[in-house]
Nanobody, 124 residues
Framework: QVQLVESGGGLVQAGVSLRLSCATSGRPFSSYAMGWFRQAPGKEREFVAAITWNGGRRYYADSVKGRFTISRDYAKNTVYLQMNSLKPEDTAVYYC?????????????????WGQGTQVTVSS
């Protein structure tokens, strides 16, 4: 079992940066592939970024490529999402997710564990 707790969301203006954190506990952090997803009101949950268990590969949605960076800190059992140049269309609840496996994963149904989400609101 893995517990995930997101933090770092907030209300910001367009163009600024935010860093989301996802603290994990339970089974060894290093054995899990991690991902970030987001869900805006009235929309389906969508993939944002993913990272492999060893941090060797990362993958991003086209809508955030070049602006967002996913990373993980094994000493802190935490995965981060650095979000730069935020846009109003980035407004959503952001979720982190975890699953065992050697690859990165981009579909919500591929993940086993989910956090409760953190709200990010970007005003224009």
């Amino acid at each position: 079992q893995v517990q995930l707790v997101e933090s770092g969301g907030g209300l910001v203006q367009a163009g600024v940066s935010l860093r989301l954190s996802c603290a994990t506990s339970g089974r060894p952090f290093s054995s899990y592939a991690m991902g970030w997803f987001r869900q805006a009101p009235g929309k389906e949950r969508e993939f944002v970024a993913a990272i492999t268990w060893n941090g060797g590969r990362r993958y991003y949605a086209d809508s955030v490529k070049g602006r967002f960076t996913i990373s993980r800190d094994y000493a802190k059992n935490t995965v981060y999402l650095q979000m730069n140049s935020l846009k109003p269309e980035d407004t959503a609840v952001y979720y982190c997710a975890a699953r065992s496996g050697l690859d990165f994963y981009i579909l919500p149904r591929e993940y086993t564990y989910w956090g409760q989400g953190t709200q990010v609101t970007v005003s224009s």
